[in-house]
C-alpha cells in the first residue's frame, strides 16, 4: 500500500537509528555485554513498524478473493440451478478467509 514509502524505510532503519538502539539497549561496553536486548528491541520495533501496512495489504487481499469467488458464482449459470451448491462454496471460502487471518 501507499503507507510505506522507500524514506520511512531508510529513516527507520538507518544506521545511525540502527547503532544508538544497539548500543543503548544492553549499555555502552559492547565489549563485556553481547548487544542482544538491542537486536531484540530493534526486531521487535521494526515488525511493529511494518505490523499496520502489512494487516492492510493482507485486508486488500481477502476482500479481493472474496469478491471474486462471489463474482464466479454469481457468473456461473450451472451454479444457479444449485442454489444450496452456492451457499456451500461461499461458506468454504469465508471459512479459508478465516483460516489465514492474521
Same mark, same amino acid.
Not at 83 to 99: C, E, I, M
Given at each position: 500500500p501507499?503507507?510505506? @514509502?522507500i524514506n520511512r524505510t531508510q529513516g527507520h532503519l538507518s544506521l545511525q537509528i540502527v547503532?544508538?538502539?544497539?548500543?543503548?539497549a544492553d549499555g555502552y561496553q559492547p565489549h563485556l555485554i553481547a548487544p542482544k536486548q538491542g537486536y531484540r528491541c530493534l526486531i521487535d520495533e521494526s515488525l511493529n513498524y511494518f505490523r499496520?501496512? @502489512?494487516e492492510a495489504s493482507l485486508?486488500?487481499?481477502q476482500f479481493v478473493l472474496k469478491e471474486l469467488v462471489r463474482r464466479s458464482i454469481a457468473e456461473t449459470e450451472e451454479l444457479r440451478r444449485f442454489p444450496t451448491l452456492q451457499s456451500v462454496?461461499?461458506?468454504?471460502?469465508?471459512v479459508g478467509d478465516q483460516h489465514f487471518q492474521y
Amino acid at each position: 500500500p501507499k503507507s510505506i @514509502t522507500i524514506n520511512r524505510t531508510q529513516g527507520h532503519l538507518s544506521l545511525q537509528i540502527v547503532r544508538k538502539i544497539v548500543s543503548e539497549a544492553d549499555g555502552y561496553q559492547p565489549h563485556l555485554i553481547a548487544p542482544k536486548q538491542g537486536y531484540r528491541c530493534l526486531i521487535d520495533e521494526s515488525l511493529n513498524y511494518f505490523r499496520g501496512p @502489512t494487516e492492510a495489504s493482507l485486508d486488500a487481499v481477502q476482500f479481493v478473493l472474496k469478491e471474486l469467488v462471489r463474482r464466479s458464482i454469481a457468473e456461473t449459470e450451472e451454479l444457479r440451478r444449485f442454489p444450496t451448491l452456492q451457499s456451500v462454496f461461499t461458506a468454504a471460502a469465508g471459512v479459508g478467509d478465516q483460516h489465514f487471518q492474521y
